[in-house]
């Protein structure tokens, strides 16, 4: 076995056996608390392959990756940037790691993920960005709603899909809403329960039904969409 620790990480990690994985991983935990979060930049490089395992092929894997996905949320808010740097990959298993990871570090990534959104017009590199946002369980993601909206009724299919799914998200966890927000939000999913897509119109239908679960609709506007949706 070497006799470098990273050695022996990296040999672990790169390998397809659950056992050996974990026990990276937890060498991993040991060498972060020798040397601080702030200085395991190489270890979070090592961790960050294992996004890349397909699940449905390897189901046996997912508690390793939940693990791992564990450990680079605690290594503090400098991985954010670099799990964006890792969007820049294409691998959609990683990104959809990345994103849970990103939802799980929670509020201090709100802002940067308003960044990367706004930094690109790319329809795939924002579909992810609003994925991740939606993953985020904090009354911040206020801030990301009036980009969630302009992509509600998007051009791009995927875009607009999970625009519309975020912004119901974002409805279970912002307690409340001003008229202006609320009206926008009503009018903008009720604008795709036309659309052309039968998955969008499904999901616009769960979030406008959040609206009213949490309290955000009117009397008035809680009559009118029960009229809709009858």
Do not use: C
């Amino acid at each position: 076995m070497p006799e470098h620790p990273y050695q022996q990480i990296e040999i672990l990690l790169s390998s397809a056996d659950a056992e050996k994985i974990h026990k990276g991983l937890e060498l991993v935990r040991q060498e972060i608390a020798r040397i601080g979060s702030q200085e395991a930049r190489p270890l979070f490089e090592m961790v960050a392959t294992l996004f890349h395992f397909d699940m449905l092929d390897r189901p046996d894997l997912v508690p390793v990756l939940n693990e791992a996905v564990s450990l680079v949320v605690g290594f503090g808010d400098w991985v954010i940037p670099e799990l964006l740097r890792e969007l820049d990959d294409g691998d959609l298993k990683a990104q959809l790691t990345i994103g849970h990871a990103l939802g799980r570090i929670g509020a201090d990534a709100v802002q940067p993920l308003i960044a990367e959104y706004n930094a690109t017009d790319d329809p795939a590199r924002r579909v992810f960005v609003l994925y991740a946002l939606g993953k985020i369980k904090s009354p911040r993601v206020r801030e990301a709603l009036p980009l969630a909206l302009e992509a509600v009724n998007a051009p791009d299919l995927e875009l607009r899909d999970t625009a519309t799914r975020a912004v119901g998200k974002f409805i279970e966890v912002i307690p409340s809403l001003t008229d202006s927000q609320r009206k926008e939000i009503f009018q903008k999913l009720q604008r795709n329960l036309a659309d052309s897509s039968p998955v969008i119109r499904a999901k616009a239908v769960r979030s406008l039904g959040k609206l009213a679960k949490f309290g955000h609709l009117t009397a008035e506007e809680r009559r009118s969409l029960q009229t809709i949706l009858e």
